[in-house]
């Protein structure tokens, strides 16, 4: 466990994966332009230090993962995500079988998650149950921006998806990880929108959607940050998702929810607390309107303080309008 200032911590990473976009394995440009697109990010946005080579980056394989995340890492536990991308690599980009032995070799640290696309249509449901036996599945990973023959993407709204949905409940496959961005070549910006998510979250209640913390955390169910409403592993029957955690790490909240205990006030609220009197007595200009989230009221073009009294203006219809004397007459 990490430790810091004398208290443990268990470190779930909830998304990881193996791949495989070395020239061996590419179908077609787009499997090029994927992975070219995703060194860039790397190259450009890390501390030149911990910039891998090209050739280094295009393959992922399971004794570097052990290494990076448990030997000079502080993970505890690792969850696969795989994409498949079958239309942009030959063998798939996740790589299913060494991600699977490795999960099998090592079952306390490592869990597999696997995949599907609905527009697999009836063949995809019949695999999904074949890799829910073969995997033991507590979850999978959609990715809505995969092409799939002439398709550029699916909706999570689409009723075959629902039906694959509809088979994860009765599979017991409750982790539904939905993955969303970021846009990259040559998926399309519109098939990561999240807008579809809505509707399934509300649908589909029996499920833990994942994606940044979608719907609050019911009661009971473990989280992995300091209130209640963020990601956490957790079956919806109770009980933990990975495997139970040391009680010294966790402490119950009003909600009766374990969370990751830690003694004192958070740094950042202390820091905040001496900025209080200063600002009391400042008025309060440009707040947004709640009730939309595209208007923001005009501040005064004097500066002025605001005037916490309400205006009215004249009535458009007046509160008692006498009614003509011919209304309602032939």
């Given amino acids: 466990m990490y430790s810091k200032h004398g208290e443990n911590y268990f470190i779930v990473d909830a998304h990881v994966a193996l791949w495989d976009a070395r020239e061996s394995n590419l179908k077609n440009v787009h499997g090029k332009q994927f992975i070219d697109c995703f060194y860039d990010y790397h190259k450009n946005l890390s501390p030149e230090e911990v910039v891998w080579d090209y050739d280094t980056y295009t393959y992922y394989g399971g004794d570097r993962l052990m290494k990076d995340l448990f030997e000079d890492g502080y993970v505890d536990h690792a969850i696969f995500q795989p994409a498949a991308l079958g239309d942009f690599y030959n063998n798939g980009f996740g790589q299913t079988e060494e991600a699977w032995a490795l999960t099998r070799a090592n079952p306390g640290k490592l869990t597999y998650n696997h995949n599907f696309d609905p527009r697999n249509e009836q063949a995809g449901l019949d695999q999904l149950k074949r890799d829910a036996e073969r995997f033991g599945l507590k979850g999978v990973k959609l990715y809505t921006a995969e ?6 993407g699916y909706k999570l709204t689409d009723p075959r998806t629902y039906k694959y949905l509809e088979a994860c409940e009765e599979l017991g496959i ?3 990880h ?19 998510v809505d509707s399934v979250a509300t649908d589909f209640q029996g499920s833990q959607l994942r994606r940044r913390a979608l719907r609050p955390a019911a009661p009971g169910g473990l989280l992995l940050d300091r209130h209640p409403g963020d990601q956490r592993p957790r079956r919806p029957r109770g009980g933990d998702a990975v495997h139970p955690h040391a009680a010294s790490v966790l402490r119950p909240d009003h909600r009766r929810a374990p969370l990751l205990g830690r003694r004192g006030q958070d740094p950042v609220l202390e820091r905040l607390r001496d900025l209080d009197a200063e600002v009391a007595h400042r008025g309060v200009r440009r707040l947004p309107d709640p009730r939309r989230h595209d208007r923001v009221p005009r501040a005064h073009g004097d500066r002025q303080e605001e005037d916490p009294w309400p205006q009215r203006g004249q009535d458009v219809w007046p509160q008692r309008a006498r009614r003509s004397p011919t209304c309602g007459r032939r």
Avoid: E, M
């Fill in 147 to 152: 092409w799939h023959g002439g398709s550029r």
């Fill in 174 to 176: 409750t982790n539904i």
């Fill in 178 to 196: 939905v993955h969303k961005g970021p846009t990259i070549i040559p998926l399309d910006r519109d098939a990561f929108d999240v807008a579809d």
